[in-house]
């Protein structure tokens, strides 16, 4: 099946401690994006890939750090400098920009 | 910052009845896309319409696009009650630093 995943569905994290969220796809994408959902909310940028090796930050990147080693992976982690980390995270894929994004499950945050 | 801007943002009708949805935006763009989102889901496209195109079907859903007055519609038609989901708007603008500009979306409720 094609597709893109995200683990854990829920993380918690305690004061101080860097969490790492996994995405992974087998789409064949070049294109990769990290959003932060907050309740009632759109979906906000933190950072974006448009190909191996290389990423750019997005509107809220401060706190947050990526790589992107391999086409399939883009993990993100929420470093102790993020201090309001509880939200909903969502990571994307697209074969160029600006087309057609195919959505992970998400993962929800929460700290301890 | 926040292009899309969707009204109404919380809408409630009956199954078998329509449900419009608009999105407007401020710049130029290449493209309007329509996602839907199920509660603590991720995203999942609808419909993609480019600039050039003023009206795009798929199914039960219509989008319009209205370029000189930076707005698009969403229409649901025969509504039911898997319907039920957040609708978002994104737009990318022509010549940005390619990314999407998300609205804040409509939350749908088609009540059995």
């Known amino acids: 099946d094609g597709g893109i995943t995200q683990s854990p569905k829920y993380l918690f994290r305690k004061e101080g401690q860097n969490v790492t969220l996994s995405c992974e796809q087998n789409?064949?994408?070049?294109?990769m994006y990290w959003y932060r959902q907050d309740p009632g909310q759109g979906l906000r940028l933190i950072y974006y890939s448009q190909i191996v090796n290389d990423f750019q930050k997005g509107d809220i990147a401060e706190g947050y750090s990526v790589s992107r080693e391999k086409k399939e992976s883009f993990p993100l982690t929420v470093t102790s400098a993020q201090k309001n980390p509880t939200a909903f995270y969502l990571c994307a894929s697209s074969s160029a920009f600006p087309e057609t994004q195919y959505f992970g499950p998400g993962t929800r945050l929460l700290v301890l | 910052s926040q292009q899309g801007e969707e009204d109404p943002q919380a809408l409630s009708i009956q199954e078998g009845e329509n449900a419009t949805m608009n999105c407007s935006y401020k710049?130029?763009?290449?493209?309007l896309q329509w996602y839907r989102q199920n509660s603590g889901r991720g995203l999942v496209h609808l419909i993609l319409i480019r600039s050039n195109e003023r009206e795009k079907h798929s199914g039960r859903l219509r989008v319009t696009l209205d370029t000189s007055k930076k707005s698009s519609s969403l229409l649901i038609t025969a509504s039911r009650a898997a319907d039920t989901a957040s609708y978002f708007c994104a737009t990318d603008e022509a010549g940005n630093n390619r990314k999407l500009i998300w609205g804040l979306g409509t939350s749908l409720a088609v009540n059995p």
């Open positions: 710049t130029s763009i290449n493209n």
């Open positions: 789409l064949n994408h070049d294109a």
